[in-house]
């Protein structure tokens, strides 16, 4: 049996190697949470490329030895900072968080996963690499893995914060918007911090802005404004409000989109009042 083999059917074997968890992003990637600490379920079996069931079971295999490198169920108050920072739903009962140790034991124990055997190749190459080559090779290799490694790290954690932006405005700006709005910006943020879509993203119809609609009629988006004001167009028949950019700070500010309805009745609405519009 390799020593690669051997992994898979050693717990001294795997503890020998649980501290040298940097191997995880010199093999690929690892997203996790925003304390940087902890991944989900789900982030792992992003990072392995395995089902959730596969990894579940493997969880319910070995979860004393997981347990000793940290992984655990938060439930209560605990889960409250992870709900604060938009990381899970402000309904969840439970949140299972691992450890890089433990993601690293994972790596170990997964049988049938192409990222899993490259973690056990990566543990075994440095060893070889450290007693058949000189020290100073060695630190300038793991250097340059490890630059590439922090700007991956770096994408993947900017890539969280911009999601936790995305649940505060929804949260914030919530009784403004259209329940598309915030379906959408869900599934955007959680897009991005899972690295795949599980939020499926709701069918929406086409939207102008105030600014599209002038440059079609030929007047001003400010004119658009006032007609839709006076003539009370905003509502849910004739489109949605939704978050956007103040065009004066980097605040986020609601502003309105028309839909074909709401499109339509500004142009029907000008011609009532005998303004003239390009057809």
């Not at 996790?32 to 079996?45: K, S």
């Not at 969880?59 to 709900?83: A, C, M, P, W």
């Not at 599209?212 to 030929?218: D, K, S």
């Not at 003539?231 to 980097?250: I, N, Q, R």
Request: glycine share 4%; no cysteine.
């Amino acid at each position: 049996m390799s020593k690669i083999d051997a992994l898979l059917e050693s717990k001294s074997l795997r503890d020998e190697y649980a501290n040298r968890t940097e191997i995880l992003n010199k093999v690929k990637a690892l997203v996790l949470l925003p304390d940087d600490v902890n991944a989900t379920t789900e982030m792992a079996t992003n990072y392995y490329e395995v089902s959730l069931k596969a990894l579940e079971a493997l969880i319910q295999d070995h979860r004393e030895e997981l347990e000793s490198d940290g992984l655990r169920v938060l439930r209560g108050n605990e889960l409250t900072y992870f709900k604060q920072v938009g990381a899970i739903s402000k309904n969840s009962a439970a949140l299972t968080i691992i450890p890089r140790r433990a993601i690293l034991r994972i790596g170990m124990l997964l049988r049938d996963s192409e990222v899993a055997k490259a973690v056990r190749t990566a543990l075994l190459n440095i060893e070889d690499v450290a007693r058949n080559q000189a020290p100073h090779v060695i630190k300038q290799a793991i250097d340059k893995q490890d630059r590439e490694a922090r700007l991956q790290v770096m994408l993947m954690n900017a890539q969280t914060r911009r999601a936790k932006l995305i649940f505060d405005a929804t949260k914030e700006f919530k009784k403004h918007l259209s329940d598309v709005a915030i379906e959408s910006l869900v599934s955007a943020a959680t897009e991005m911090l899972a690295g795949r879509e599980i939020v499926p993203r709701p069918q929406v119809e086409k939207l102008y802005t105030a600014s599209e609609i002038g440059a079609e009629l030929g007047i001003s988006a400010n004119k658009v404004g006032r007609i839709a004001e006076k003539h009370g167009v905003k509502t849910a028949e004739y489109g949605v409000l939704v978050l956007d950019k103040s065009p004066h700070s980097a605040k986020q500010v609601s502003s309105f989109r028309y839909n074909e309805k709401g499109f339509q009745k500004i142009k029907e609405l000008l011609e009532s009042e005998n303004i003239e519009v390009k057809h």
